[in-house]
């Protein structure tokens, strides 16, 4: 009877042991979603995977190479997740490592969405040039720092405000991340492809240029036109009404409600204007 007693709290023990570990690395995941260590992961993982098949069909060179990387793996890791690991112990600080984070994220996202919607309808009305860049999975850190960092709850308000000419921090593009405007006049970078349309001005090829090398969705109201127009992973949607845009815009940031695609609107660089 004791020998079973003990069994059964070896297995209770090992059940728990493993709950907490899976925990634990699920907390790391949502820590670094959203920053440049998840590419970096990626990248690991690759290194594993090349690992593995230069064992299994006797690679010896490749081997040799990777062996070296993972043996030094460690530090390097440590040095290039400096960031995240801070922050992470920064939130076992506060106690927030254990805290039940992103329940309410899609109601945060939904708020966003209609922030958005309203606020570029309203400057769209009276050709008020704007420049929204909404982060998503690719973090947006290092375009964060070029501008006047804010981290105040989204509303359409304050991005109208924000963009109002002749006010400090009209100039420059405004960066959304998560439920918060995390810095306005920020610097991103121009796209430099030969293939973009001459008409296009300084905010269209800035948009195109950070869709380029983020996710992120970024949203344009032309200030000679007030058309409004959307990029995401290197293409330009232009002139699109505004349940065009919303269609846009929800799926990108809630995923697809409907199977209606907007494939009249859409307008790839690389080419010309479908529709």
């Known amino acids: 009877m004791m020998f079973a007693d003990i069994t059964l709290m070896k297995y209770l023990a090992n059940t728990v042991d493993i709950l907490l570990v899976w925990y634990v690395i699920y907390k790391i995941i949502m820590i670094i979603r959203g920053t440049k260590a ?11 995977f090349v690992r593995i098949i230069s064992e299994f069909f006797h690679f010896q060179t490749l081997f040799a190479i990777t062996e070296q990387v993972i043996l030094w793996g460690f530090l390097a890791i440590i040095i ?7 922050r992470a112990l920064e939130q076992i600080g506060r106690g927030k490592f254990f805290s039940r984070s992103g329940l309410r994220e899609e109601d945060n996202q939904e708020r966003t969405v209609e922030a958005i919607i309203k606020a570029v309808d309203y400057m769209a009305k009276r ?12 973090g947006m850190g290092d375009y964060i720092e070029t501008g006047i960092e804010m981290y105040s709850k989204i509303s359409s308000e304050l991005l109208i405000n ?9 100039d420059g593009a405004v960066i959304l991340q998560k439920e918060q405007v995390a810095a306005a006049a920020c610097y991103l970078p121009l796209s430099e492809s030969p293939f973009i349309s001459k008409e296009l001005g300084t905010r269209h090829r800035a948009a195109l240029g950070i869709s380029e090398v983020t996710d992120s969705l970024t949203v344009i109201v032309s200030e000679e036109t007030g058309g409004i127009s959307l ?37 790839n660089w690389r080419g010309k204007r479908h529709g």
């Open 162 to 170: 924000i963009f109002i000419p002749n006010t400090p921090l009209h």
């Open 38 to 48: 998840v590419q970096l992961l990626k990248g690991i993982f690759v290194i594993l």
């Open 127 to 138: 050709r008020i040039g704007a420049l929204i860049s909404v982060e998503r999975e690719t």
């Open 80 to 86: 290039i997740f400096q960031p995240e690991l801070r």
């Open 231 to 267: 990029t995401k992973n290197g293409e330009l949607y232009r002139d699109l009404t505004k349940e065009e845009f919303r269609e846009l815009l929800t799926n990108g940031l809630l995923g697809p409600k409907t199977e209606k695609q907007a494939s009249s609107t859409r307008w």
